[in-house]
């Protein structure tokens, strides 16, 4: 649905522009420029909207009492997770906005996961639930509006699977031609469908997701191509909204500790910007600590921060130039199975200035924090289970206390992987897949939460048998 809606009072567009965010350059752009770095530097872009009523304490109620009161409207604006933010969105009343009524996502108490984590309470945000699976959806809402707004006949990703899956379903929509680059047998059957079934023209690389990114760099210059990934600064803006909904759904009280999972690292920038802005406008009085998870065989950003940390300048000013790539990538959470990830700077300023942390996780770890997710009738797919292993970890070293207030945020749903569930509990999952190469030596893991189905006979004394003896 493409939603055209004009003279409504609220506004936005006029007060943003694009600006590079490396501090020796600033140069700013028009919000109608289709680029997504610097054309100056070559750095990464954010879009900095102007906030007019920030500091001022009745202007941030105001803002409050306005979202609030859309929840119940029936204006497809408001009635998206994402649109229903648009003060805080660069983009005018005008615009076409493509839907499908994203965000509106659950916040749930998790009572297994903070017992396995050793925190008193756990609270987990389950972006799964969006319309394609994954918090995907809420970036690429805003990315293939603004496709639609400069023109563009095909909207491109690179993906491990989500984000191909969302933009194709959100490119039929508009009625835009979607192309997507996949490294080939590395996506799970169940992303790969959902692409199929929304109409993309699908092309399988030989290569990993790295590969296909560096490619799409390259196709962005076509004119007719607009680029979906969060390289592209309108996608952020969307995922930024999350953290005004978490903070709606908080009743505007800070949590201690966010943890998010680390793949290109947009997820974690967008979170990060969200917060800084809700600073900046008076919605909230400080910063939750923001900490990103990694697989331990694709943690690029886990290794330069712990690189920083052991030189004792891991602050925001001091993020280094580049980025050492992890070659090969590997881990059997194929969702961010990363070695070059774009958003790498944002992710890491946004960290530091939280005072978060980013460590990894390893295949073990994942897995069995999935299964303790689960137990909480929860689920979700394995990257976004490094979240609650990560927590676990955070705790062990104190980072957390046990009494602080933490939310994990839950990347994408349980069905979108499973393969991986299904040989977790029936004790066939093993490192060998994670795609190392053959330097890897097949190491199976064993889930303490394994929970395979079983054959009984078909009578009812067996059955109730088999329950007592479960008791
Ligand atoms: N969790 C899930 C389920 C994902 O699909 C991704 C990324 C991440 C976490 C990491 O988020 O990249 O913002 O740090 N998936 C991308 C994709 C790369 O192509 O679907 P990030």
Request: charged share 20%.
């Amino acid at each position: 649905m493409i939603e055209k809606i004009a003279n409504a009072p609220e506004k936005a567009a006029e007060n943003a522009v694009q600006r590079c965010i490396l501090p020796s350059c600033g140069a700013s752009f028009g919000l109608r420029e289709r680029i997504y770095v610097c054309s100056r530097c070559g750095g990464p872009l954010e879009i900095e909207c102007r906030l007019p009523m920030a500091t001022e304490a009745s202007n941030a109620e105001s803002l409050r009492k306005r979202w609030l009161t859309r929840a119940g409207s029936s204006d497809p604006r408001d009635r998206s997770g994402v649109w229903r933010y648009r003060e805080l969105l660069p983009f005018d009343d005008a615009a076409p906005v493509v839907t499908l009524f994203e965000g509106n996502t659950p916040l749930y108490d998790a009572p297994r996961c903070a017992q396995y984590s050793g925190l008193q309470a756990l609270r987990l945000k389950h972006q799964g639930c969006n319309p394609t699976g994954s918090f995907k959806d809420t970036g690429m809402t805003a990315a293939v509006t603004q496709a639609v707004l400069l023109g563009a006949h095909t909207a491109i990703c690179a993906s491990t699977g989500n984000t191909a899956a969302s933009l194709a379903a959100y490119s039929a929509r508009a009625g835009l031609q979607c192309a997507i680059l996949l490294p080939r047998g590395q996506i799970t059957a169940s992303k790969l469908a959902q692409s199929m079934d929304y109409g993309a023209a699908i092309f399988e690389l030989d290569g990993n997701f790295d590969d296909c990114m560096r490619l799409i760099q390259e196709l962005g210059d076509d004119p007719s191509i607009y680029v979906a990934n969060s390289i592209n600064p309108f996608r952020i803006e969307g995922q930024k909204t999350v953290a005004f909904e978490l903070m709606q759904q908080c009743a505007w009280q800070v949590p201690d500790h966010i943890v998010v999972p680390g793949g290109n690292m947009g997820n974690s920038s967008a979170l990060g910007k969200g917060f800084a802005e809700m600073l900046r406008l008076g919605l909230i009085d400080r910063l939750p600590k923001l900490s990103v998870i990694q697989a331990e065989g694709s943690a690029p950003l886990a290794h330069l921060f712990a690189e920083l940390q052991s030189k004792k300048s891991a602050r925001a000013a001091d993020i280094p130039e580049t980025l050492k790539p992890v070659a090969h990538p590997h881990t059997l959470a194929t969702a961010i199975k990363i070695g070059a990830p774009v958003s790498w700077r944002k992710a890491l300023r946004a960290v530091l200035e939280s005072h978060g942390q980013i460590i990894t996780v390893s295949e073990q770890e994942i897995a069995d924090a999935k299964a303790i997710i689960g137990r909480d009738g929860i689920g979700c797919e394995p990257a976004s289970a490094t979240t609650v292993a990560g927590i676990r970890k955070l705790v062990a070293v104190k980072h957390i206390r046990p009494e602080e207030s933490v939310i994990a945020v839950l990347t994408g749903h349980v069905l979108k992987d499973p393969d991986y569930v299904s040989n977790y509990h029936r004790g066939t999952l093993s490192e060998s897949s994670a795609g190392a190469g053959d330097s890897t030596p097949s190491r199976p893991i064993i889930g303490k939460l394994r929970n395979a189905p079983e054959r009984v006979a078909a009578s009812k004394s067996a059955i109730l048998e088999r329950l007592h003896q479960a008791k």
